[in-house]
């Protein structure tokens, strides 16, 4: 068991889509934090609430036990760690970074270098889930880093997760979340391309939907993201662009380790294609409409 105290000042850093409830769940289990993004509103919005604002990264990390970081890309996490003004001027000696965002195994080790020579611990902890499971605190978490400052950390992840898991050392979590990636994008393109030939063969889609859905091809993509395809409902639960940028590091990863993506691969030429449309901030649901192009068919449910 560790002597360290328990965290009760929690940092969060980041107020997206994702960050926003996660945050709440926070509040809700009674902790105190303290946010920053770079648009005010939205740490205003999360002060209403209860959150305390911080002008800047330092600001958070002087207040803080644990530091949460949720921003889009490798760069973004480290800008806002070793940055002006970033959670490295800040931090407190014996505390945690989490960064819960999806980026580079190989800049994660090296943050968390970073961070041990401060006496601090760093832990990649990215989420699987989507917005639902960040509104609902039932996020799967994936943590890489000491297993001390995961035990620590654990209640702060239970107010947020449902499944958490200590995958191994530092990177290990920013592994397993792209080996979840491959899972999520090839899932997507079976589910587009099922739809599409049922389209083009002239069946119901809905009774299609209906009973694949109960079959042995069922997924999370089909069931979810095919009833939004059926709807014509391309709003973002996780953009175009963000999935595109996971499935770059997934194949910056594969080619370091010399490991085949080839699904993988073909998904991101679609998504390539659809954010030189000027879909990227589309739901991730409207690759189907390329191969709803290519097939010269749409997609449509009854009751869309």
């Not at 959670?87 to 014996?94: H, I, K, N, Q």
Request: glycine share 12%.
């Amino acid at each position: 068991m560790s002597s360290a105290p328990a965290i009760t000042h929690v940092g969060f850093i980041g107020l997206g889509i994702m960050g926003r409830p996660m945050t709440r769940n926070l509040l809700k289990a009674g902790f105190d934090v303290t946010v920053h993004s770079r648009t005010r509103s939205k740490v205003d919005e999360l002060a209403g609430e209860g959150a305390h604002a911080a002008d800047s990264p330092a600001a958070v990390a002087e207040r803080s036990d644990l530091v949460i970081t949720m921003v889009p890309d490798s760069s973004d996490v480290e800008l806002v760690a070793r940055g002006p003004k970033g959670v490295f001027e800040g931090l407190r000696t014996g505390a945690i970074v989490a960064d819960m965002s999806t980026i580079s195994p190989s800049v994660t080790r090296a943050l968390a270098d970073d961070a041990a020579s401060r006496g601090a611990s760093w832990l990649d902890a990215p989420v699987s889930g989507g917005d639902s499971g960040a509104i609902a605190g039932t996020l799967t978490i994936m943590v890489g880093g000491d297993a001390a400052a995961f035990e620590r950390a654990r209640p702060v992840f239970q107010a947020m997760g449902k499944r958490i898991t200590h995958i191994g050392p530092s990177g290990h979590g920013q592994t397993a979340k792209l080996c979840n990636q491959i899972l999520v994008a090839v899932n997507l393109l079976a589910t587009s391309e099922s739809l599409v030939l049922a389209a083009k063969a002239g069946l119901d889609l809905e009774r299609l939907h209906q009973a694949l859905s109960g079959g042995a091809g069922n997924s999370w993509s089909f069931e979810n993201l095919g009833r939004k395809m059926l709807a014509r409902d391309f709003a973002p639960a996780f953009m175009v662009r963000l999935q595109q940028k996971d499935l770059r590091l997934v194949g910056e990863a594969a080619r370091e380790l010399g490991a085949p993506v080839v699904g993988t691969s073909v998904v991101e030429q679609f998504l390539r294609a659809l954010e030189a449309s000027g879909r990227g901030d589309d739901g991730t649901q409207a690759l189907v409409t390329v191969l709803e192009s290519l097939a010269q068919t749409t997609v449509q449910g009854a009751r869309a």
